[in-house]
């Protein structure tokens, strides 16, 4: 080899060997054939759905597992078909617990919203779906993530325009999910979007925070009078069946005094009548009959009793003065009479 001296430095110059050309060509062939092996397998995951575009054309759908594809020709875009997916409007979950919610002022635009009495709501809702179909999801709805947003938007703002305020803050939640709910899945099938909506579930409703010193004044207001309505409605519900009951006690007494004095004056008439019968047939019979009768009836009633005969004679001794003498009345202890 030849010497050369260059800054007073000896450098041996070298020439590198030739490579045939016929060589580089097989080993950029064999790298291209590894490179090409290599790309032809890919791996779906038991949640997706491979969809395969043979140069920007689908062809078809694979399942979870190993797979095959030409390579280069083919281009393999996995969906997740059987992972929920979910949409947050009016906040966003920045970690879990922490939120970035509408009152910042980036999301005030999607969830401020005309209610149907002309007041105004912030309303925030998660929407779950699923990609039903992952070729509509993919190839019919350009952009879909937004225009799934849009409808979201659209058909909350269309369901809360037909409620008062009233309804949306309080008693008309449920409703409002299952009326957005199945108004959303009805313009996703329309517009081919390839999503099934699994729910719809509204998080914080509010007034605006310039008017929620009013909104719960008059929350207050609508407490204190529907507090009021139930202690009237209780205490009529307590007085007036009471009222009602003893009325209608008085009136089935009334009735049972008016039926017991008919029957009874119904009774002494045809009592008055069988005995003036009887009277009239045998009046002797009869009269000694009804002294018999009051006799049995008075004697009865009478403490003490002293028979005596007219004919009797030396029967003081005999007599129980002293159980009588209470018997006697004050004006006639001195005079004469049997007893």
């Not at 929920?84 to 002022?105: C, D, H, I, N, Y």
């Not at 999607?110 to 999801?137: F, H, K």
């Not at 517009?191 to 008059?218: A, F, M, R």
Request: hydrophobic share 40%; aromatic share 8%.
């Amino acid at each position: 080899m030849n010497k050369k001296k260059i800054f007073d430095i000896d450098v041996t110059d070298f020439r590198l060997p030739k490579i045939p050309g016929r060589t580089i060509l097989i080993g950029i062939l064999i790298l291209l054939a590894g490179i090409a092996l290599f790309s032809s397998f890919y791996q779906i995951d038991p949640e997706e759905v491979g969809v395969i575009l043979r140069f920007g054309k689908f062809v078809r759908k694979t399942e979870p597992g190993l797979h095959i594809k030409i390579p280069i020709a083919e281009v393999v875009l996995k969906v997740p078909v059987q992972r929920q997916l979910k949409q947050e409007f009016g906040f966003q979950t920045q970690m879990p617990g922490v939120r970035a919610r509408s009152a910042e002022g980036r999301f005030l635009d999607e969830s401020l919203m005309l209610t149907g009495d002309l007041n105004v709501a912030v309303v925030e809702w998660i929407v779950q779906y699923r990609v039903a179909d992952p070729y509509e999801y993919l190839f019919k709805v350009r952009e879909v993530t937004e225009t799934f947003r849009n409808i979201n938007e659209a058909v909350m703002r269309n369901v809360i325009g037909d409620r008062t305020v009233t309804e949306v803050l309080t008693v008309g939640r449920q409703g409002i999910e299952v009326d957005v709910q199945e108004k959303l899945q009805e313009l996703c099938k329309q517009y081919q979007t390839g999503i099934t909506i699994d729910q719809v579930v509204l998080q914080d409703v509010n007034p605006p925070d310039p008017v929620k010193p009013s909104w719960d004044e008059v929350n207050q207001a609508q407490q204190q009078r529907d507090r009021l309505i139930n202690e009237a409605r209780a205490e009529y519900n307590e007085v007036v069946p009471r009222a009602r009951g003893e009325a209608q006690q008085a009136v089935l007494q009334a009735e049972g005094y008016s039926v017991d004095r008919t029957n009874r004056a119904e009774g002494d008439a045809a009592r008055f009548k069988a005995l003036y019968e009887e009277y009239r047939r045998a009046p002797q019979v009869t009269r000694k009959r009804m002294y018999l009768e009051t006799m049995q009836k008075v004697i009865p009633q009478m403490g003490g009793k002293l028979i005596l005969d007219s004919a009797a004679e030396g029967i003081i001794p005999l007599l129980p003065f002293d159980t009588f003498k209470s018997l006697v009345p004050d004006g006639n202890r001195s005079g004469g009479g049997n007893q």
